[in-house]
């Protein structure tokens, strides 16, 4: 299908014309989304082509029509309203290709959650009526983990619910969650919990966080660092508030002022945010969901002197409906600068909020420009 009357069409004005020689469908947002053939705003949106008489999603392989000749629609039945028909290549009535990949997965996660024992890759391929290869590249794509790490993810969130209950022992907690053995459980408890099974249970009891805090042109810094690694980067203007925040997020740890060796750590992180682009190789005891997870790698691989917006890191973990996770993630972040979740800004590149205040984020992104 052709959306061009002729084969010598010329090419879509360049998004560096003025303002005033482009056509108005080319000062409309969604074009540009056509134009790049993003899937990201597939169901968003289509685009009917007069000459044609056909209408299609943005990602439609199809060859791009004269701007001109083009009108974009909400949804299917407003451009068939118009007298326009379905586009028998990128067919935008029906299911995307994306959305049917992730009605499978949603299938086999609820699998997943249900059963009483993890089914093997072959029996959740079939449910879904898939080969294992296939249905394990499409879990992997849309998740950013594989079909038995999920599965994994769910146990150790059932079983830190189980023991943040309180009901019943330790050991019916952990075959409640999922987990076949207790001994299987115990093999993975710091992974899984940060800390053993009863410690957990007891709100951090017998766990030592050694912590001190130095001084920044940002203001005060809290680094914590547990026997895994960093479990808190934090900034403020009050030094003791800071000291407070990380008391009651564990209330029942051994909390340790940091020493010589612990104030040169501390030094580390203070000199990374007044020279960004020196690294910062640090053990990180980040204990977050496996989607949070995801989020935090992806702001990691932002470079310092750039910025990336919410929807762009929901296309980057492969689930670009997911931006007010991503945003939630974000906001979770307890490791400042570490995890860079002061690259994240607004589609439009305002500046949204920032755990530690959104000055704070605006100095950060200065530093960070300047090299």
Known sequence: MAHALHPDAPAPASTLAPADALAPVERDPRWQAVVARDRAFDGAFVFAVRTTGIYCRPSCPSRHARPENVRFF??????EAAGFRACRRCTPNAASLAEQHAEIV???????????????????AGAVALSPFHFHRIFKAVTGVTPKAYAAAHRASRARNQLAGGAGSVTEAIYDAGFQSSGRFYATSNAVLGMTPTAFRAGGADTRIHFAIGQSSLGAILVARSSRGICAITLGDDPEALARELQDRFPKAELIGGDAEFERLVAQVVGFVEAPKLGLDLPLDVRGTAFQQRVWQALREIPPGETASYADIARRIGAPKAVRAVAGACAANAIAVAIPCHRVVRNDGALSGYRWGVERKRALLDKEARG
């Open 74 to 79: 909400d949804a299917c039945e407003d451009a």
């Open 106 to 124: 949603a299938s086999a996660c609820r699998i997943l959650e249900e059963a009483e024992t993890e089914p093997s890759l072959a029996k959740l």
